[in-house]
């Protein structure tokens, strides 16, 4: 499924539909949905709206998952460190770069988001956070990182584990309910991915709500772990990490998990990145896989990083 902020010849997206936003800190937005044309001089000024951050350098960011592989002692587990990196761009470029994170990511939730509190943001998301199919539900457990066909080494698949681990305990499920292990491929980033299973009356809102912040893009114990990002991450999200949720008529709900992203200025780009740290993780090996992450997005549309 996809969707952005203009017509759209497979979403089913109707003008005046709703779309629900929620950042990785903070409350649900309800936003209508309206096609490209009607909003495009809003979108230009949009771009000076919101200031710039400071790029996180190697040192700073390796600084900080040595404070996390620290922190996890036993108290905490898992510790999802991210970090932010600024590149000069024609933005102006923005539709043509949707077509190419379509024909670069296929099958993946792609978008445009333009909005007075947040900026523009767009995104080429490979992460369900929930589905519903009637009273029939999905999730993913997506955690650990790999390229260059580089083998998973247990470091990830415990990060993964404790993923799939907390999904199944906030939804009150059994292990049953796992249908399938396996990897999936974006880009050339690898992650492991279980997906799973079970039946509910309650709403992909509801849901969504209850799942939100998993250890994807957190950390477990999901307080403590929130705790540490608040005290030593340096930034605000936003809209990285948090989720996209669809409510149409004709197709069936789904919120998707804001991962593969990037903010849009009048002259420049902010990407989004990061990875689940645990006591096995190195510094430099996360700082390779943040810079990975941001490649993925930078190939996709044809910028020299």
Same mark, same amino acid.
């Given at each position: 499924?996809?969707?952005?902020?203009?017509?759209?010849?497979? /979403?089913?997206?109707?003008?005046?539909?709703?779309? @629900?936003?929620?950042?990785?800190?903070?409350?649900?937005?309800?936003?209508?949905?309206?096609? *490209?044309? /009607?909003?495009?001089?809003? !979108?230009?000024?949009?771009?000076?709206?919101?200031?710039?951050?400071?790029?996180?350098?190697?040192?700073?960011?390796?600084?900080?998952?040595?404070?996390?592989?620290?922190?996890?002692?036993?108290?905490?587990?898992?510790?999802?460190?991210?970090?932010?990196?600024?590149?000069?761009?024609?933005?102006?470029?923005?539709?043509?770069?949707?077509?190419?994170?379509?024909?670069?990511?296929?099958?993946? *939730?792609?978008?445009?988001?333009?909005?007075?509190? %947040?900026?523009?943001?767009?995104?080429?998301?490979?992460?369900?956070?929930?589905?519903?199919?009637?009273?029939? %539900?999905?999730?993913? /457990? +997506?955690?650990?990182?790999?390229?260059?066909?580089?083998?998973?080494?247990?470091?990830?698949?415990?990060?993964?584990?404790?993923?799939?681990? /907390? !999904? +199944?305990?906030?939804?009150?499920?059994?292990?049953?309910?796992?249908?399938?292990?396996?990897?999936?491929?974006?880009?050339?980033?690898?992650?492991?991915?279980?997906?799973?299973?079970?039946?509910?009356? %309650?709403?992909?809102?509801?849901?969504?709500?209850?799942?939100?912040?998993?250890?994807?893009?957190?950390? *477990?114990?999901?307080?403590?772990?929130?705790? %540490?990002?608040?005290?030593?991450?340096?930034?605000?999200?936003? +809209?990285?990490?948090?989720?996209?949720?669809?409510?149409?008529?004709?197709?069936?709900?789904?919120? *998707?998990?804001? +991962?593969?992203?990037?903010?849009?200025?009048?002259?420049?780009? @902010?990407?989004?990145?990061?990875?689940?740290?645990?006591?096995?993780?190195?510094?430099?090996?996360?700082? !390779?896989?943040?810079?990975?992450?941001?490649?993925?997005?930078?190939?996709?549309?044809?910028?020299?990083?």
């Amino acid at each position: 499924m996809e969707w952005r902020m203009g017509k759209l010849e497979k /979403s089913g997206i109707n003008q005046g539909e709703r779309i @629900r936003v929620r950042p990785f800190v903070g409350q649900v937005r309800s936003y209508s949905f309206v096609e *490209f044309e /009607s909003t495009f001089e809003d !979108i230009s000024l949009a771009f000076d709206l919101i200031d710039s951050a400071d790029n996180i350098d190697q040192e700073q960011y390796q600084h900080l998952i040595q404070k996390a592989i620290d922190a996890c002692d036993g108290t905490m587990t898992k510790i999802v460190c991210s970090r932010t990196k600024q590149l000069s761009a024609e933005t102006n470029n923005w539709k043509t770069w949707l077509k190419d994170l379509k024909k670069a990511f296929p099958g993946t *939730f792609i978008y445009l988001l333009n909005t007075d509190e %947040f900026g523009i943001w767009m995104g080429a998301t490979p992460e369900i956070l929930v589905k519903q199919d009637q009273e029939q %539900f999905e999730t993913v /457990s +997506l955690a650990g990182t790999r390229w260059d066909n580089e083998a998973f080494s247990e470091k990830e698949k415990i990060e993964q584990k404790v993923v799939t681990e /907390s !999904i +199944l305990s906030s939804l009150e499920l059994s292990e049953d309910a796992v249908s399938s292990h396996g990897e999936i491929n974006f880009g050339g980033i690898r992650h492991l991915r279980s997906i799973i299973n079970w039946e509910s009356k %309650f709403s992909v809102a509801q849901i969504a709500e209850k799942l939100h912040p998993t250890p994807a893009v957190c950390g *477990f114990p999901t307080d403590l772990a929130k705790a %540490f990002i608040s005290e030593h991450e340096g930034y605000d999200r936003k +809209l990285y990490t948090g989720y996209v949720l669809i409510e149409t008529k004709k197709h069936s709900n789904c919120a *998707f998990v804001n +991962l593969r992203c990037m903010q849009l200025f009048r002259k420049h780009i @902010r990407l989004y990145a990061g990875g689940g740290i645990n006591a096995m993780s190195d510094p430099k090996t996360e700082w !390779i896989e943040t810079e990975e992450k941001m490649q993925t997005m930078t190939d996709a549309i044809h910028l020299n990083a």
